[in-house]
């Protein structure tokens, strides 16, 4: 899911201060949930920025020598199938 626009974000902490919006009527009227709408209000409470974090970044599948491994294999025999390239990579050293 992505994350919901800083745009947003201000416009539900105006609601709430503005508007004096209760945060369960602010989490309907913006349609999220009430947990987004206490974490954003805490945050201007604390004077942090209501910008989207960065997403943390995932574990590659393959590691460098197995890409490496996999490139090669690639070059050797284009046209072998999924499957092939699949129990040759489980023979290969250091594969999960």
């Given at each position: 899911m992505d994350a919901?626009?800083?745009d947003l974000?201000?416009?539900i902490v105006q609601a709430?201060?503005?508007r004096r919006m209760n945060k369960s009527e602010a989490a309907r009227a913006?349609?999220?949930?009430?947990s987004s709408v206490k974490r954003y209000a805490k945050a201007v409470n604390?004077?942090?920025s209501l910008s989207p974090r960065k997403a943390p970044a995932k574990r590659p599948k393959l590691d460098?020598?197995?890409r490496t491994l996999l490139e090669a294999d690639v070059k050797e025999r284009?046209?072998?199938r999924l499957s092939d390239r699949q129990s040759t990579y489980r023979r290969w050293?250091?594969?999960r």
């Open positions: 919901y626009s800083e974000r201000q416009k709430l201060r503005e913006f349609s999220v949930s009430l604390e004077g942090r460098e020598k197995a284009p046209f072998a050293p250091g594969s």
